[in-house]
C-alpha cells in the first residue's frame, strides 16, 4: 500500500532492506504518540457522514492542513469516534478491542448493534470504569485504549525493540542476515537468518542422518523472527523458526520468548531474552527432533486431528493433507514428517496475500502442535473434519 495512506485502518507495508524498514519505525514514532486519561471522562461517539460532528471535523481538519481521507477511512471501517472533553479523534480498527477491555464487555453480538446503540453501551460502562486509560494516538487515529495504571501496559518502544535485536542479532551470530519485516497497526515483525551458525542444527541433522534423511537435502538454516505491537496484540516476542528447501518455506519451531507489556517490562528486560536465543534455539529444535522417533500408522488421520486439536481453518487444512497425501501417500510414517506438511499451510497464506500478522499467528498456532501427543490422533477409520 502506499505511504501516503499510512493512517488507513488496513495500511499494510512490507520491507525488503532493514535499513528501509527502521527508518520507517522512526517516521511512525515521531507522528505518534501516548496519553493518559481517566477511563470514565472517556466517551464513543457514532460517527456519521452527514452530522454536525463530520462537518465541524472536516472544517476543522481543511484549517489544520490534516488529510480528510483519515475521517473518510474511518467512516468506511470503525465509524466510531472517542471523544475525550471536547475534542474528537477517529478511531482506528486494532482499538475497537481495547476499548472493550476498559469498558469491561465483550461478545461478538455487540458488533451487530447499530452503531448509536453500540457507542451508548460502552458509554455506560466507561462512566463506572476505574483507573487511568493510556491511549496511543498513531497517524492521526488512536490506535489502542489500554490500561493506564503502573501495574498495566508497560511501553516499550517499538524502534528501540528492533534497534537492540538488530544491534544483538549482528554483534552474536556472524551468519546474521536481515531477511524482511513488515507493519501493520496492530503489529510490526522482522525475521532474521543465522546461516553459517552450525551449533543451531548439529543434533537435528545428526538425528536427520540416523532416520535416512540427509539434511543437505532440504537446505536448512536457523530463523529469529522479532514481533511486537504497540496496541496489546503482542508482548515483544522473539520466535525461533527454520526455513527449509530453495522457497525457503517456514517451519515453526514452538512457543517464543515472550516479554508482555505488562508493569516491569522494559527494554534492558527485552535485551536479556535476546540473550537467551541460543538455548531457546536448542530446545525448540529439539522438540522437532523427537517427532522423528514417533510413528504413526494412520497419517491422515492423525494430520486431521492435530489440525483441528491446534485451530487449523478447514480450508487450509484439507489442502494441506491433499498435498501431503500426493507427496507421500498413506503409508506410516514420522510425526516429523506430518509437521512438516501441516507447515505447508504457511506457504499458502503467503500465496493467497494474507497480512503478516495473520501469518504470524497461523505459524504460533502451528507451532504448539510440537506439544501435542500425537499417538493420540493415531487410529484408523474414517475421520470427518
Known amino acids: 500500500m502506499d505511504e501516503t495512506r499510512v493512517y488507513a485502518d488496513s495500511f499494510q507495508m512490507m520491507f525488503a532492506k532493514q535499513e528501509e524498514f527502521l527508518d520507517f519505525l522512526k517516521r511512525m514514532g515521531r507522528n505518534s504518540f501516548w496519553d493518559r486519561k481517566k477511563s470514565k471522562e472517556l466517551r464513543l461517539v ?138 501493520e497497526h496492530s503489529m510490526a515483525s522482522a525475521v532474521w537468518e543465522l546461516d553459517g551458525e552450525d551449533g543451531f542444527l548439529k543434533a537435528y541433522k545428526d538425528e536427520l542422518l540416523m532416520n535416512g534423511v540427509n539434511p543437505q537435502d532440504m537446505d536448512l538454516k536457523p530463523v529469529i523472527r522479532v514481533a511486537t505491537s504497540n496496541t496489546g496484540d503482542s508482548g515483544a516476542n522473539i520466535y525461533p523458526m527454520l526455513f527449509t528447501g530453495a522457497g525457503s518455506k517456514t517451519i515453526p519451531l514452538g512457543n517464543p520468548l515472550r516479554l508482555k507489556h505488562k508493569g516491569g517490562a522494559t527494554i534492558q528486560k527485552f535485551e536479556e531474552q535476546l540473550g537467551m536465543i541460543y538455548g531457546k534455539y536448542q530446545f525448540a529444535i529439539g522438540n522437532l527432533t523427537k517427532l522423528l522417533s514417533v510413528e504413526i500408522k494412520n497419517p491422515v488421520n492423525c494430520m486431521i486431528g492435530v489440525m483441528k486439536k491446534i485451530n487449523i481453518p478447514q480450508k487450509y487444512g484439507m489442502e494441506a493433507v491433499e498435498l501431503f497425501k500426493a507427496q507421500y501417500g498413506e503409508d506410516p510414517c514420522s510425526a516429523h514428517n506430518l509437521y512438516y506438511g501441516i507447515s505447508e499451510v504457511l506457504f499458502m497464506l503467503e500465496v493467497n496475500g494474507e497480512e503478516g500478522s495473520r501469518i504470524s499467528a497461523m505459524e504460533e498456532k502451528i507451532g504448539r502442535a510440537l506439544g501435542v501427543e500425537w499417538s493420540d490422533y493415531d487410529f484408523p477409520g474414517d475421520v470427518k473434519w
Open 46 to 183: 457514532a460517527f456519521d457522514k452527514d452530522s454536525q460532528v463530520a462537518d465541524n471535523l472536516r472544517q476543522q481538519y481543511a484549517e489544520d492542513g490534516l488529510d480528510p481521507g483519515i475521517l473518510d477511512d474511518t467512516l468506511e471501517n470503525t465509524g466510531l469516534l472517542l471523544k475525550v472533553k471536547k475534542q474528537y479523534y477517529p478511531v482506528r480498527d486494532c482499538a475497537v478491542k481495547t476499548i472493550l477491555d476498559r469498558a469491561g464487555i465483550s461478545g461478538p453480538t455487540l458488533r451487530k448493534l447499530d452503531r448509536t446503540v453500540y457507542a451508548r453501551i460502552l458509554n455506560d460502562c466507561l462512566r463506572v470504569a476505574r483507573g487511568d486509560a493510556l491511549l496511543r494516538f498513531s497517524q492521526g487515529k488512536v490506535s489502542a485504549v489500554l490500561g493506564g495504571d503502573s501495574h498495566d501496559y508497560a511501553i516499550l518502544d517499538m524502534e528501540q525493540i528492533f534497534m537492540c535485536s538488530v544491534e544483538y542479532l549482528q554483534k552474536t551470530f556472524k551468519g546474521c542476515r536481515y531477511i524482511g519485516g513488515f507493519y
